[in-house]
Structure formats: structure tokens, C-alpha cells
């Protein structure tokens, strides 16, 4: 057992006896180093800080995607956030439930079961769009997380905290959007390259896109936004009505996944 462990399992006894009879200095003492394993020294947040007063919204300009455009944002997303590629699990699947998708490409169908009609035109329901964690303004995944792994930031990004999450998947099945993957395998092992810069995860916890929050927090762009060229994505501050998504959104009319099941998406689409 390595000694910070045994630091912390004798200073969760003392927290239980300190609980009961009320804690000595010396017990009090290793009660906070516990805790400062656990959630770093005091004062230290163990995510950066949001911008104060921001709001990040995404709109996907659906008349710009093309195969070679999306894949590039989606090998953005995958070199920057370590997320692993793994093979199907037999030859002939159509489905591979090993699969980790922060973003994807989907059937607009698939996407948008509520716009379908028969007289929509074929340019619109024969392409595939882009699809990706929605950062909903009400979340039911963070409602229904027992351990707070998945919690929402000031600016109403979703984030997930891979040390807190015990594997339940109430949030996957909360998500009416299929934005969030299990890993069922070590993902470290199907990782083709780690990039240092992001934190890898194990076997057995939830993740979804966090809308490169890392980056934002160095006053940065999303990855998959620096990898479009041609403005397929906007993204940017809703609480600010001169930032371009603004302006694109008031140009544009827009369209949302699911916005029947009342959880407000933060990415928008224009057909």
C-alpha cells in the first residue's frame, strides 16, 4: 500500500472517531491533509476557474460541413482529449459499444427524429451533421450523478470529474442525446498517442465532450472550432450580444436537438 494511501485511510478513521467524541488538534491536522489528497491544497481548484458572467453556446452551420471537414475536427477533438480508438469487437458489427465519441458525425435523422418529414430535401436529410454533448442550460445528467462527477461551471459548461465517477451510467441514461460513452476497456491502452496536456481516464468511468474547457480557460477556442476553416462552427459568449455567435444567430434561423424533452441545448444548428 503506498504511504499516501495509508495517510488517508488513517485519517478517515480519525474523521469517524472525530464524527463521535469531537477531533484533538493532531486528528483535525490529518483530517485536512486527507482532504488536500483528495482535492488538492486548500484554495486550489481542481478545475480553473470559469469566466465570470460568460455563457458558451455552439451553432453548426450544417450547410458548410463536409466529410473531410468533420473529419478533421473530430481528429482535433480525439488527439486533444486522449480518447481511444477501438476496434470493433467482431468483424461484420454495425455497432461498437467499445466506442468513446466526444464528437461524431450522425444521420440528420438520427439527430433530429422530431424535424423529419417526407418533403424536406435530399441535400438536407441524406448528409450526415455534426453531433456532440448538447452543455444543456438544464442538465438532466447532473440531476441524477450520485457522487456530483458530472457538475455544471458559473458558465454552464457540463463538466465530468473522471476520479468521482463510481461507473453507475445514471447520467448516460439520463442524456436523451447519447452524448456520453462508458469505457468498458482500459482506455490507455487503445490511446494511439498521449498528449500530456489532458488528463487520461480507466476502465469503468463515463466522458463526453467538456467544450474544450481547458482551452477556454487559457482564453482559447475550442479544438474542434481551430481545426474548421470554413466556418462549419461558431462558437462563443451568449451573454455578450456583439460576440459572433450572437450575430449568427440573429441572421439565422436555427434549429435544436430534442427541444421537446426541456433541457435547453447549447449548440445550434443552421439547415
Known amino acids: 500500500m503506498k504511504s499516501d494511501r495509508r495517510h488517508f485511510l488513517k485519517a478517515a478513521g480519525v474523521a469517524t472517531i472525530g464524527v463521535a467524541a469531537g477531533a484533538t488538534a493532531a486528528e483535525a491536522n490529518l483530517l485536512d491533509s486527507a482532504k488536500e489528497l483528495l482535492l488538492g491544497p486548500k484554495g486550489a481548484a481542481p478545475y480553473p476557474e470559469a469566466k465570470k458572467g460568460a455563457r458558451w453556446a455552439m451553432v453548426v452551420d450544417t450547410r458548410k460541413l463536409t466529410a473531410e471537414s468533420m473529419e478533421k475536427m473530430i481528429h482535433a477533438c480525439n488527439h486533444a482529449h486522449n480518447i481511444p480508438l477501438h476496434p470493433l469487437r467482431k468483424k461484420g ?17 438520427n439527430a433530429f427524429p422530431g424535424q423529419m418529414n417526407e418533403h424536406l430535401p435530399p441535400k438536407v436529410t441524406q448528409n450526415e451533421v455534426l ?16 457522487t456530483k462527477a458530472t457538475f455544471q461551471r458559473e458558465d454552464g459548461i457540463v463538466i465530468m470529474d473522471f476520479h468521482r465517477c463510481i461507473g453507475c451510467r445514471f447520467c448516460m441514461a439520463a442524456c436523451p442525446y447519447g452524448s ?47 481545426a474548421c476553416k470554413n466556418g462549419e462552427l461558431v462558437f462563443g459568449d451568449m451573454n455578450d450580444p456583439e460576440s459572433e455567435i450572437r450575430k449568427v444567430l440573429r441572421n439565422n434561423y436555427t434549429i435544436r436537438r430534442k427541444p421537446e424533452v426541456g433541457t435547453q441545448p447549447q449548440v445550434y444548428y443552421i439547415v
Open 93 to 109: 458489427d454495425k455497432y461498437n459499444k467499445d466506442e468513446i465519441k466526444w464528437i461524431w458525425e450522425e444521420e440528420f435523422e
Open 131 to 146: 453531433v456532440l454533448c448538447n452543455q444543456c442550460e438544464n442538465p438532466a445528467c447532473v440531476r441524477v450523478c450520485p
Open 180 to 226: 456520453r460513452s462508458f469505457n468498458f476497456k482500459d482506455p490507455r491502452i487503445a490511446s494511439l498517442e498521449i498528449n500530456p496536456e489532458f488528463p487520461t481516464r480507466m476502465k469503468g468511468v463515463v466522458e463526453k465532450c467538456n467544450f474544450c474547457a481547458e482551452q477556454l480557460d487559457k482564453g482559447l477556442q475550442p479544438h474542434c472550432v481551430e
